[in-house]
């Protein structure tokens, strides 16, 4: 294969078997920018399968990146359970008071089914388009919210804590219920034509619980739900942190992390180096003011440290661009990633040395 | 004192309440209540929350550790205690977000530190001003999950300049640990990493204000 003419999945391919491609593979997982581009309100771009295809195939023919990122936002997965989702006009949709209002509510609890919610119908709708328009030239990258850190938006994380002490039992029910939920959602999305899913499980992260406690509970949770997807997947720490687990979430049998920007990236790929590839990790609130210089010393700074030997797809750390980071901050990493990033990477020991 | 407040925090972080308030129980009688707050509750959830940022310690801890602590520090010195700090007076809330748990947290550490603090909930830019004049307050905490929520601090502290209101802004949460330049950026006075710094910044914006 001449190695300049390779498809966005192709090169994708090559880096999750750790080998260099023709260059780093570039996600930008960018949201809400398909609506600044069809120039219409958040709410309005959301709600429209049509749009968000359209959006997205803008947004890949303007940046050149390597996968359309067909997620809505995270609460959508609360609308399917009958909560509420409030929008705003510079942000994402955040979910609204929980639906779980006390402990014995969870006995009560059913997963929706997905063909008989609308707000999911829609996704499955633009992943079928998207799939149908890209064909085998890029990944479709599909979104599902883990059984274990749904629950914060399904009762409140206060509410959440309260019930793994005080009723594990409850917690229990409520895990089994939405590993159900959840493994329905990626299968349904893979069916419909998603290449990849990526399961958000920040509260696996060291962020949020220790070790220990990831041991009991959120490893166990995601190698029996990861399991049963039937495509790859990628787990994300949505900016959390993960290094002292690096290891277990190996051994989930996901394909790649996506990781925090608060850890070393040169660290974490030492690590995951051919067991696991890592997608990350540049910080995505503090884009916003960053220059196109600074945007472009950023991606050199992490490519220098994670992109040898593949393995690595340069993204922001949290599977989300904020809605205020300008576009020519967005072209300038893409730029830096299409100049920076060609294999092999010769410029790397000069760049090392005057560092 | 050193090894009660290893068991203090032992228990702390074991969820163990009982145990936790036999160990305050214990000491009531030998310590006054504010120096047995400061010696030994306060020093537990301080260590505990930098625990957390060093990854020791999960936010559940943080989280039950604080709650278990305003209950014991509640028995010892009631809401309405004259020992309790109070003044200059002091509300925190989260702005926009539906996310309670960085308050909540923040919120029982300083009642667990002896403050006495109103609790204004989730509010909206307008709401959180009218209240702030209406209950006179000096020291206001600001808790946010999301950038555009920490973007509209702006507008409150515009609010407090063309209005002449010399409240003080102390900031907290996710986009402010993500961009440390932000906090400055919105007009805040101070911002706090973790919940337990609260403590201490609380301390020193309490003697400029007074
Ligand atoms: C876990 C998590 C999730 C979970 C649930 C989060 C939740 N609480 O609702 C899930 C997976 C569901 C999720 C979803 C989303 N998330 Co999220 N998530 C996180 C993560 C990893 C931790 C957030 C958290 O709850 N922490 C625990 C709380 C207690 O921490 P805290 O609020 O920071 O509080 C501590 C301190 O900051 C301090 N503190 C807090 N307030 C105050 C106030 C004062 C005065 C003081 C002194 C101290 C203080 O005390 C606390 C304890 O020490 C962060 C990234 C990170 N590494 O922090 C992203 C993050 C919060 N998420 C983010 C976003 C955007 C989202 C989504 C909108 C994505 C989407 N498009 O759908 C959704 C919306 C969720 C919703 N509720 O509707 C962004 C927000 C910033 C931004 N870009 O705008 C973050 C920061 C990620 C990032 N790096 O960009 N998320």
């Given amino acids: 294969m001449i190695k300049n003419q390779m498809t966005s999945l192709q090169r994708v391919m090559a880096t999750l078997g750790h080998n260099e491609a023709d260059r780093v593979p570039f996600f930008l997982l960018a949201t809400m920018h398909g609506a600044k581009e069809l120039g219409m309100s958040i709410k309005e771009y959301f709600s429209k399968p049509e749009n968000v295809v359209e959006g997205q195939l803008k947004l890949r023919a303007k940046y050149r990146h390597d996968c359309i990122y067909n997620f809505y936002y995270a609460p959508i997965e609360i609308e399917a359970w009958g909560g509420e989702v409030i929008y705003s006009d510079d942000g994402p949709p955040n979910s609204g008071a929980p639906f779980i209002r006390s402990f014995d509510d969870i006995k009560k609890l059913q997963a929706p089914l997905i063909d008989e919610v609308p707000c999911l119908k829609k996704v499955l709708k633009s992943t079928q388009i998207l799939k149908e328009k890209i064909g085998d030239d890029a990944p479709i990258i599909g979104v599902v919210m883990s059984p274990f850190s749904l629950p914060i938006m399904q009762m409140g994380f206060d509410k959440y804590i309260e019930l793994m002490y005080e009723a594990p039992d409850l917690f229990n029910i409520l895990i089994t219920i939405n590993e159900e939920f959840c493994i329905r959602w990626a299968n349904a999305q893979l069916k419909a034509g998603a290449t990849a899913i990526c399961y958000f499980d920040p509260v696996s992260s060291t962020t949020i619980s220790t070790k220990e406690m990831y041991l009991k509970t959120g490893f166990k949770i995601a190698k029996r739900t990861i399991g049963r997807i039937d495509g790859p997947t990628a787990t994300h720490m949505a900016s959390g942190r993960c290094l002292p687990i690096v290891e277990n979430l190996i051994q989930t049998g996901t394909a790649v992390l996506g990781v925090s920007w608060q850890e070393d990236v040169r660290q974490l790929k030492t690590v995951c180096q051919n067991k696991i590839s890592v997608l990350g990790n540049l910080n995505g609130v503090e884009m916003r003011r960053w220059t196109p210089e600074k945007a472009e010393e950023e991606v050199k700074k992490a490519i220098s440290k994670a992109g040898s030997g593949g393995g690595f797809i340069l993204s922001d750390n949290h599977g989300e661009i904020p809605f205020q980071v300008p576009d020519d901050v967005l072209m300038a990493i893409s730029e830096a990633v299409h100049k920076w990033g060609q294999y092999p990477l010769h410029w790397l020991s000069d760049y090392r040395q005057t560092r | ?210």
Avoid at chain 2, 98 to 107: M, N, S
Avoid at chain 2, 146 to 170: C, H, N, Q, R, Y
Avoid at chain 2, 194 to 201: Q, R
Wanted: aromatic content about 6%; proline content about 3%; glycine content about 4%.
């Fill in chain 2, 1 to 210: 004192m050193m090894n009660v407040v290893n068991d203090f925090m032992q228990a702390l972080l074991n969820v163990d309440r009982l145990l936790a308030k036999k160990i305050i129980d214990d000491h009531v009688s030998i310590m006054h209540p504010i120096q047995l707050i400061e010696d030994i509750v306060v020093v537990a959830l301080e260590r505990i929350g930098t625990g957390w940022q060093d990854g020791t310690y999960a936010l559940s801890q943080v989280y039950m550790s604080g709650r278990i602590c305003e209950e014991v520090v509640d028995t010892i010195l009631p809401p309405s205690d004259p020992d309790r700090k109070d003044q200059p007076k002091m509300a925190i809330c989260v702005l926009s977000d539906h996310h309670k748990l960085g308050k909540t947290i923040v919120y029982s550490l300083l009642r667990a530190s002896g403050f006495e603090l109103l609790d204004f909930d989730i509010v909206e830019v307008n709401d959180m001003v009218a209240r702030v004049k209406e209950q006179k307050i000096k020291i206001l905490l600001i808790s946010v999950l999301m950038l555009p929520s920490a973007l509209k601090i702006k507008k409150v502290k515009k609010i407090f300049k063309d209005e002449g209101l010399d409240t003080k802004i102390i900031v907290g949460g996710a986009p402010f640990r993500f961009d440390d330049q932000l906090w400055q950026e919105v007009g805040a006075d101070a911002m706090c990493e973790t919940a337990s710094e609260a403590v201490s910044v609380v301390h020193n914006l309490m003697e400029c204000v007074s």
